[in-house]
């Protein structure tokens, strides 16, 4: 990949002071900051430290309370994204802003397209498409739909749209949540050609490993205010952690000895849409927690939605606590004992303009209704101040807007609506992805809680380091099929990968 270098004058972007208010929340206050063109600066910090609001404000999506934002010195203030992009400020959203029904070329330039005579200059657009799509390493056709494209091309269709209007400054938002490896690496590698060209890159991200690939210097936010700065001979894990949450988390992965019960779930030839020439079979006992890894791809999410009746699936059996379950139907995994967090919380597992409180008695609708269908809001309440305090989670009220509270705080939520109905087992779907390192803590001691209890906990994750840390046993699937099962001193990385990747152990 080769970005041409050109001459220009490095620009150099400021926060002074800036604070930004909630209903109930007060997300930043006096915050500093500063970019400058050919460096890259990650922004660190819990859920709920301030990070997203910041970077929304210096992209013009919303506007500080207080404080100044100034631009080659001078002050500036932007009443919305275009205004932020005209300076060249331009944020690439975990959520890609892109539309899935235009094509490349209609993407990139959508808004702004090149016009002859009052017309749209097709040609001059897929010719102006070429170049931008150059610029960032991708060799796709500017007509192909944006919908054939993977996560991690249509990433840098984004990206291209972004240095097509000369931008200066690029904000990335946990950039890699949803990339596989390759993905990430070819990102990577565009962030350092971006940076020799002059660009200023404000990088965040929970992944700390990528912070210490990436940052020349880490700023670090807490609770809304700077925690601290360090330049790169500085960077390294426990530095990090220790000014974002300010509490020792050396123990992030503390295992304690439950007793291993009776099977409380029995999954025999169950085949998935997504792979229907593969049969899977296996259990999870009462107190155990069982992990499945796999490549992006492998079949793990499909698995999980199978069980509990989201997809259909095309046959086997599935006994909860030894009673059979009728596939296809959520309600019959509800009632009998299975409860469900998925990987997407904001779209599968939350109704974000909601409150935490009605968000909480979402499962148990059924259950706290009386007779009439009238809501008990009392059971339901009772049920929200319960998960707020064995969970923890942050919020100034249970009638606070769900849409209001961080990521982490998001998906305690999710995790606590079902925990109100005291499921035999959970299925969880990636249980801390977008979430930091403090709130990742805590649900693991809640997934320690529920096996301490006797419940079983199955669970999908992509990050090895969690499945190694906290699981009992270990299913590894590939193009999917369940490969091979690992259990005690064999959880290894080596042990994994290669099953994962269609090898034997």
């Given at each position: 990949?080769?970005?041409?270098?050109?001459?220009?004058?490095?620009?150099r972007?400021?926060?002074?002071q800036?604070s930004?208010?909630?209903p109930?929340?007060?997300?930043?206050?006096g915050v500093?900051?500063?970019?400058?063109?050919?460096e890259?600066?990650a922004?660190?910090?819990e859920?709920?430290?301030?990070?997203?609001?910041?970077?929304?404000?210096?992209?013009g999506?919303?506007?500080?309370?207080?404080?100044?934002?100034?631009?080659?010195?001078h002050p500036v203030?932007f009443?919305?994204?275009?205004?932020?992009m005209?300076?060249g400020?331009?944020?690439?959203?975990?959520e890609?802003?892109?539309?899935?029904n235009?094509n490349?070329?209609?993407n990139l330039?959508?808004?702004?397209?090149?016009?002859r005579?009052?017309?749209?200059d097709?040609?001059g657009?897929?010719?102006?498409?070429?170049k931008?799509?150059?610029?960032v390493?991708l060799?796709?056709?500017?007509r192909?739909?944006?919908?054939?494209l993977?996560?991690?091309?249509?990433?840098?269709?984004e990206i291209?749209?972004?240095?097509?209007?000369d931008?200066?400054?690029l904000?990335?938002d946990?950039p890699?949540?949803?990339?596989?490896?390759p993905?990430?690496e070819a990102l990577?590698?565009?962030?350092q050609?971006?940076?020799?060209?002059?660009v200023?890159?404000?990088?965040i991200?929970?992944?700390?490993?990528?912070?210490?690939k990436l940052?020349?210097r880490v700023?670090?936010?807490?609770d809304?205010?700077?925690?601290?700065?360090l330049?790169?001979?500085?960077?390294?894990?426990e530095?990090?952690?220790?000014?974002m949450?300010g509490?020792?988390?050396?123990?992030l992965?503390?295992?304690?000895?439950?007793a291993?019960?009776?099977?409380?779930?029995?999954v025999?030839?169950?085949?998935?849409?997504?792979?229907?020439?593969?049969?899977?079979?296996?259990?999870?006992r009462?107190?155990?927690?069982?992990?499945?890894a796999g490549?992006v791809g492998?079949g793990?999410?499909?698995?999980l939605?199978?069980?509990?009746?989201?997809?259909r699936?095309?046959?086997?059996t599935?006994?909860?606590?030894?009673?059979s379950?009728?596939?296809g139907?959520?309600?019959?995994?509800?009632?009998?004992g299975?409860?469900?967090?998925?990987?997407d919380?904001?779209?599968?597992?939350l109704?974000l303009?909601?409150?935490?409180?009605?968000?909480?008695?979402?499962?148990?609708?059924?259950?706290?209704?009386?007779?009439?269908?009238?809501?008990?809001?009392?059971?339901?309440?009772?049920?929200?101040?319960?998960?707020m305090?064995?969970?923890?989670i942050?919020?100034?009220?249970?009638w606070?807007?769900v849409?209001f509270?961080?990521?982490?705080?998001?998906?305690?939520?999710?995790?606590?609506?079902?925990l109100?109905l005291?499921?035999?087992?959970l299925?969880?779907d990636?249980?801390t992805?977008?979430?930091?390192?403090?709130a990742?803590q805590?649900?693991?001691?809640?997934?320690?809680?529920l096996?301490?209890?006797?419940r079983?906990?199955?669970f999908?994750?992509s990050?090895l380091?969690?499945i190694?840390?906290?699981a009992?046993r270990?299913?590894?699937?590939?193009?999917?099929?369940l490969?091979?099962e690992?259990?005690?001193d064999q959880i290894?990385?080596?042990?994994?990968?290669?099953?994962?990747t269609?090898?034997s152990?």
């Amino acid at each position: 990949m080769v970005i041409e270098t050109k001459a220009t004058h490095v620009r150099r972007l400021s926060v002074r002071q800036l604070s930004k208010s909630f209903p109930g929340v007060r997300a930043l206050s006096g915050v500093d900051l500063d970019v400058q063109g050919g460096e890259v600066v990650a922004v660190i910090g819990e859920n709920g430290a301030g990070k997203s609001t910041l970077m929304k404000i210096l992209a013009g999506v919303q506007s500080p309370d207080q404080g100044q934002i100034l631009w080659d010195g001078h002050p500036v203030s932007f009443a919305n994204t275009r205004q932020a992009m005209e300076q060249g400020i331009v944020l690439i959203h975990q959520e890609l802003n892109l539309c899935d029904n235009l094509n490349v070329a209609e993407n990139l330039f959508l808004g702004n397209y090149p016009s002859r005579g009052g017309l749209i200059d097709f040609w001059g657009m897929y010719r102006l498409a070429r170049k931008s799509l150059e610029k960032v390493g991708l060799n796709v056709s500017p007509r192909l739909p944006l919908s054939r494209l993977s996560l991690g091309q249509q990433q840098m269709v984004e990206i291209a749209k972004a240095l097509s209007i000369d931008a200066k400054i690029l904000i990335f938002d946990e950039p890699t949540s949803s990339l596989s490896n390759p993905e990430a690496e070819a990102l990577f590698r565009l962030i350092q050609d971006l940076k020799a060209r002059g660009v200023g890159i404000v990088y965040i991200s929970h992944r700390l490993s990528e912070v210490m690939k990436l940052a020349d210097r880490v700023v670090v936010l807490r609770d809304g205010q700077n925690a601290g700065e360090l330049p790169r001979s500085e960077v390294s894990h426990e530095r990090m952690v220790k000014l974002m949450i300010g509490r020792d988390v050396s123990k992030l992965y503390v295992r304690q000895k439950n007793a291993i019960g009776d099977e409380v779930l029995r999954v025999d030839n169950l085949r998935t849409m997504a792979w229907p020439q593969h049969a899977s079979s296996f259990h999870v006992r009462r107190g155990e927690l069982v992990g499945i890894a796999g490549l992006v791809g492998a079949g793990r999410s499909e698995l999980l939605r199978s069980i509990f009746g989201i997809d259909r699936s095309l046959g086997g059996t599935v006994r909860v606590g030894g009673q059979s379950l009728s596939l296809g139907s959520p309600q019959a995994a509800m009632n009998a004992g299975l409860g469900f967090v998925p990987e997407d919380r904001k779209k599968e597992g939350l109704v974000l303009e909601s409150s935490v409180a009605r968000n909480v008695g979402l499962a148990g609708l059924a259950r706290n209704a009386f007779w009439g269908g009238w809501l008990n809001g009392r059971q339901e309440l009772a049920d929200t101040r319960q998960a707020m305090t064995d969970m923890r989670i942050k919020t100034p009220s249970p009638w606070q807007l769900v849409k209001f509270l961080s990521g982490g705080n998001q998906q305690k939520v999710v995790m606590g609506k079902w925990l109100a109905l005291s499921p035999k087992v959970l299925l969880m779907d990636e249980p801390t992805r977008g979430v930091d390192i403090g709130a990742k803590q805590e649900i693991y001691q809640l997934m320690e809680n529920l096996a301490a209890q006797g419940r079983g906990v199955l669970f999908v994750s992509s990050e090895l380091e969690e499945i190694i840390g906290i699981a009992d046993r270990v299913l590894v699937m590939h193009e999917g099929r369940l490969a091979g099962e690992v259990s005690g001193d064999q959880i290894t990385e080596h042990a994994i990968m290669q099953l994962a990747t269609g090898g034997s152990l």
